[in-house]
Every structure is written in C-alpha cells, then in structure tokens.
C-alpha cells in the first residue's frame, strides 16, 4: 500500500479520502490519532487489525459538534451541559448509546466515547463529513502514541492510506470522563483536569 502524505491545508483531500474508506493519520489536540469513517465496517476491522487492537477495547467516535453526538447518544441536560463547557477540548466523555445507534457497532457496547478535538484542521475535515471518525490513538495498541507525523510514519508507512503532515499539540493523551450515571467518573487524567466542582460554580 502506497502512504500519501498530507499538509493541513489540504482538509478537502481528506476528507474525501476518509469518506471512500480511507485510514488517515490526523494530528489533534492531544496525541495523533489513526482516523476511519464510523460507517465502514471493513475499514474499521482493517484498522484494529493494523494497530493490533484488542476487540473488547473500544474506539473514540470524534465529532465537530453538538449535533453530531445527539444523533447517537442519549445525553441529558447535565451531559449537555458537560459538553458545551469542556469542549472542544483535550477530554473523552463516555455516553451511553442511542437505541437505534446508526454507526459501526465496533466495541459491541451500549456506551460510546466523545472527542471534540481542540484542532482547527481534523474539525474542518469532519466539518466536511456527514459522520464522524473513529479515531484511536496511533500507535500500537499499548504502546507510546506518537506526536509527530514522522513518528507515525515510522510505524505506519506503506500501512495506512494517508499521513497528514504536523505534531500534536499537547503530546498527552485526553482526561476520561464516565456519563454514564449520576455519579461522574475520571478514568484518566489527561492534559487538563475534570473538575465537575469549578463547572457548577
């Protein structure tokens, strides 16, 4: 497989590229990420089996907006609210699925994990799509994600179908917030901290 190489202005090239089934190495606000269309199941599996993924270990659905995440999750007015507040942002919010969830089941679970990523370039991309990305970080699984497009081509090249060109901002993988109940839950501590206390003030 030839690996085409990308700059950050070609978000249209992308973009399409995605759409047709495309797996793309995207820099974001906390480490790069290994990009698919949610909706290609045969790109998905091909991904997992790239990055070496176990299949109990769920994929981040990366979105542009507000509206995107209400067409597959359930969200209360809390969880709206979360959102509004903290993203775009270096932060995962895990919610729990629509019934008639309409993408890729890929996990087999009823929860899905949210990124709006704090990036001008992979939102414009998605800006540019009807559904969302399925973006793990790229690496192999456990392993240290790369931040930089080189080291991605290091682990990649001739793998994937395309590398956009740059770093990742913070080179820290995203906070983990659990949803899912009336209990909030950090699963991991990224960049900038969840502090459920400074939002209600």
Request: glycine share 6%.
């Amino acid at each position: 497989m030839e690996t085409k190489y990308y700059s950050q202005e070609q978000t249209k090239e992308v973009s399409e590229l995605l759409k047709k089934g495309g797996i793309v190495a995207l820099p974001t606000d906390t480490v790069y990420g290994l990009g698919v269309i949610a909706n290609n199941e045969k790109s998905i599996n091909l991904l997992k089996k790239i990055k070496n993924r176990p299949e109990e270990k769920a994929f981040a659905y990366m979105v542009d907006s507000l509206n995107k995440i209400e067409q597959v999750c359930e969200l209360s007015e809390r969880d709206k609210l979360i959102i509004k507040r903290y993203l775009p942002g270096p932060f995962t919010f895990i919610f729990n699925k629509k019934k008639d969830f309409n993408l890729v089941n890929e996990s087999n679970l009823e929860t899905l994990a949210i990124r709006i990523p704090d990036h001008p370039f992979i939102l414009e991309v998605i800006s540019l799509m009807d559904t969302g990305l399925y973006v793990p970080s790229a690496n192999i699984s456990s392993q240290t994600p790369a931040i930089t497009s080189r080291e991605v081509g290091e682990l990649f090249d001739h793998k994937i179908d395309g590398i956009v060109m740059g770093h990742a901002f913070n080179g820290v993988s995203s906070t983990i917030v659990d949803c899912t109940s009336d209990e909030l839950k950090i699963l991991r501590e990224g960049p900038i901290p969840f502090t459920w206390r400074n939002y209600e003030e």
